[in-house]
């Protein structure tokens, strides 16, 4: 069966990736791609995910969201340097330009007329979504799951750190999304950390000879690269892995919890804080990915690149 899809995105390199599973699975319908700002502006984000889209043959149409968070002043991500998608001389320049309708109103529009719930895949700061709650609630049944990229619960070791950055980036938009009554499956920094580009990732795709297994590589060449010198470890595929759940829901275990974001920096500002243990009374709002399959992950990223 085939997954029609909305994917809400601020490429990024690994979202890059996302959008080259999502057009490439036979098991997702790619129906169209918005755009919000996070790890850059919202004119390059979505400049970027037009150039993405149009190096891989996807003619999905793309909406320009949120320019900035739904309150506080808006701090650019770093790991995919100022551009959003450093590192990638090659792209294409766009051949469109984003379709003339705000995202949050778009997002809006096709949820009321689907004849289904859908799914929307959000691997980037969830202000557009938190904005389309705020302004148009009857689009919440409309909604069969939201698969997020963001949050991070506890720390095993020093590749987690208390936040994480779509989250940090808008947690009132976070916040908002989380108490919506929307099932919410957040894929967090506890799965996506296990999910890490190195030596063995990188034979395995040096054998995929084709552009696009060229393309992939020099894109996560670049990652690697960048979070190696700010974290000491290869490039985690956060972005990809939440899209890959599209696909095979399998490849991790979730827990529920009541999941709040602090909005204050009472301990951490951005961080997400769960109950997994009902210990307040409060009823779960988050199915929180916590184990994740990595090399069955890592398979299908490949046979999706290679085929």
Not at 8 to 33: F, K, N, T, W, Y
Not at 94 to 116: C, K, N, R, W, Y
Not at 126 to 143: A, C, D, R, S, V
Not at 281 to 301: H, Y
Request: aromatic letters at 6%; charged letters at 20%.
């Amino acid at each position: 069966m085939t997954t029609p899809i909305l994917m809400d995105c601020d490429p990024g390199h690994d979202d890059a990736i996302a959008l080259v599973m999502a057009h490439r699975s036979p098991a997702i319908d790619l129906r169209a791609v918005t755009t919000v700002c996070g790890n850059a502006t919202i004119e390059r984000t979505t400049a970027n995910t037009l150039r993405i889209l149009k190096l891989i043959g996807c003619d999905a149409p793309v909406y320009q969201g949120c320019a900035n968070p739904l309150v506080r002043d808006l701090v650019l991500g770093t790991a995919d340097g100022p551009s959003g998608l450093d590192g990638s001389p090659y792209l294409p320049e766009p051949g469109t330009l984003p379709t003339d309708i705000h995202a949050v109103d778009f997002l809006a529009q096709t949820l009321m007329s689907a004849p289904e719930p859908m799914v929307i895949v959000a691997t980037g700061p969830l202000t557009n979504l938190g904005m389309l709650f705020l302004k148009h609630p009857e689009t919440i049944p409309k909604i069969a799951r939201i698969i997020s990229m963001g949050g991070a619960f506890w720390r095993r070791d020093e590749t987690i750190t208390p936040t994480e950055f779509n989250i940090f980036c808008d947690p009132e938009a976070a916040q908002i999304v989380f108490d919506s009554g929307v099932d919410v499956l957040m894929v967090g920094l506890d799965v996506t950390m296990k999910v890490l580009v190195e030596a063995p990732q990188f034979e395995a795709l040096a054998k995929i000879d084709t552009d696009l297994g060229r393309v992939v590589h020099d894109w996560l060449r670049y990652y690697e690269k960048l979070h190696r010198g700010q974290m000491g470890i290869g490039g985690a595929l956060h972005d990809p892995l939440a899209l890959a759940l599209v696909i095979d829901p399998t490849l991790v275990r979730s827990r529920t919890a009541h999941v709040a974001v602090d909005l204050t920096g009472t301990h951490m500002f951005g961080a997400t804080v769960a109950d997994f243990w009902n210990e307040r009374g409060i009823p779960a709002n988050v199915q929180v990915a916590s184990e994740v399959d990595a090399d069955r992950f890592f398979e299908l990223l490949w046979s999706l690149i290679r085929d």
